[in-house]
């Protein structure tokens, strides 16, 4: 199973967009949804997420107080609302699942079903 992200595109600086990860009903119960980010010449980031028992959520000191994660599972769907946007923001994120929350580079070994990723362009 892949997850699916979307909702990127081209934004402003201090600007606002929202991503989506649509994610079976069945992985949104039982994992936690972790989302990264990835920039040219660097692995993976992980910089939010949120656990499944409880609805806890982690955030990366660099987006905390901007990015806020959220679940749906009515609609099988995990939210990353970003705003505040800056340029250093810039990347392709994706969604993946896991066990447990972590944060940070060296993490995504621990998380599974990517996807494809949607990118996201902070620029004036």
């Known amino acids: 199973v892949q997850l699916q992200a979307s909702g990127g595109g081209l934004v402003q600086p201090g600007g606002s967009l929202r991503l989506s990860c649509a994610a079976p009903?069945?992985?949104?119960?039982?994992?936690?949804i972790g989302w990264f980010r990835k920039v040219p010449g660097k692995e993976r980031e992980g910089i939010a997420c949120i656990t499944a028992s409880d609805g806890r959520t982690y955030y990366l000191d660099a987006v905390k107080g901007r990015f806020t994660i959220s679940r749906d599972n009515a609609k099988n769907t995990v939210y990353l609302q970003m705003n505040r946007l800056e340029p250093e923001d810039t990347a392709i994120y994706y969604c993946?699942?896991?066990?447990?929350?972590?944060?940070?580079?060296?993490?995504?070994?621990?998380?599974?079903?990517w996807g494809q990723g949607t990118l996201v362009t902070v620029s004036s």
């Open positions: 009903g069945s992985i949104l119960d039982a994992r936690a």
């Open positions: 993946a699942t896991g066990w447990v929350c972590a944060l940070g580079y060296g993490v995504e070994e621990r998380f599974a079903s």
